[in-house]
C-alpha cells in the first residue's frame, strides 16, 4: 500500500518473538512488503481471524481482524455479559471499527466456544452472555446464533455466517500497523490485527499475546508466528 506504515505504540517485534518462542513456537519477523497490507474502512466491523474470512467473497469493506472480533476486547477487557460486550462495541466504535461475530455454519467461532466453555486460562472475565441473551430475546440456549445475530443487529454491527470447514492456516500472522488489514483469499493464515486492541487501551501486549498464543493452541493449530515488521 502506498501510505506510511505506523505500528501500534507498544509493538515490540522481539518481545513478541521471545514470548512465542518460550511456548515452544517457531516465530519469524516478516517484512511487511511481504503481505498486501490495505486501509480498514470508517465502520467496517471488526472481524476474526479466523483463515475462513479470507474467503469471503461479497465483502463490501475491510475490517480489521482479531481472534473472535469483538469478544477478544470482551473477555481481556470489559467483560463477558451483556454489559461487558455493550462496552466493547462502544471500545471499537471510539475507533471508527463497529462490532461484529461469527459463525462457523452450525458450530460457534473457535475463539468464542473456547472462551464459552471455560477453556481459555487467558481470557480475563468469564462468559455469561448466553445467558444474558436468552433472557433478552427468550429464545432457546441452543439458538444462541439466532440471538447473537439479533444482538449485533441491535448494536449497528455484523454477524458474519462462514463456512463450517477444516482450518488450514499454516501460521499465525501478525499485524502490528495501525488502521490496516492484511488482504488474502489463501486461507493460509490466522490473521492477528494487534493494532486494535493496542489502540483501544486497557490490555497489555503481555494479554494479547497469551490470548492469541492459548488459542492457538487449543484449536490445534501449527505453533508458528510470523510477526510484521516495517
Not at 466456544?113 to 481470557?123: E, I, M, P, T
Not at 441452543?142 to 445475530?149: A, G
Amino acid at each position: 500500500m502506498a501510505t506510511e506504515l505506523i505500528t501500534c505504540s507498544d509493538f515490540d517485534p522481539f518481545i513478541i518473538q521471545d514470548t512465542f518462542e518460550a511456548r515452544g513456537w517457531v516465530a519469524e519477523l516478516v517484512k511487511a512488503s511481504n503481505a498486501d497490507l490495505v486501509k480498514t474502512d470508517e465502520g467496517a466491523a471488526a472481524e476474526c481471524g479466523d483463515d475462513e474470512f479470507d474467503k469471503l467473497v461479497k465483502r463490501k469493506k475491510y475490517g480489521p481482524r482479531i481472534l473472535g472480533g469483538i469478544f477478544e476486547i470482551a473477555a481481556l477487557k470489559t467483560g463477558g455479559g451483556r454489559y461487558g460486550l455493550l462496552c466493547a462495541a462502544e471500545d471499537l466504535r471510539r475507533i471508527g471499527i463497529a462490532p461484529g461475530t461469527h459463525d462457523r455454519g452450525d458450530d460457534d467461532c473457535g475463539a468464542l466456544k473456547l472462551w464459552r466453555n471455560g477453556d481459555l486460562l487467558s481470557a480475563i472475565h468469564a462468559f455469561t452472555l448466553h445467558h444474558d441473551l436468552a433472557r433478552e430475546f427468550g429464545h432457546l440456549a441452543s439458538e444462541f446464533t439466532h440471538q447473537l445475530h439479533e444482538f449485533m443487529e441491535q448494536l449497528g454491527g455484523k454477524h458474519f455466517h462462514l463456512a463450517n470447514k477444516p482450518h488450514g492456516a499454516e501460521a499465525l500472522r501478525w499485524n502490528p500497523f495501525t488502521g490496516t488489514t492484511e488482504r488474502s483469499s489463501e486461507g493460509d493464515r490466522v490473521r492477528n490485527d494487534d493494532w486494535v486492541p493496542s489502540v483501544i487501551g486497557g490490555i497489555s501486549l503481555a494479554e494479547r499475546i497469551h490470548f492469541n498464543a492459548e488459542t492457538v493452541e487449543k484449536l490445534h493449530l501449527p505453533k508458528k508466528v510470523e510477526i510484521l515488521i516495517p
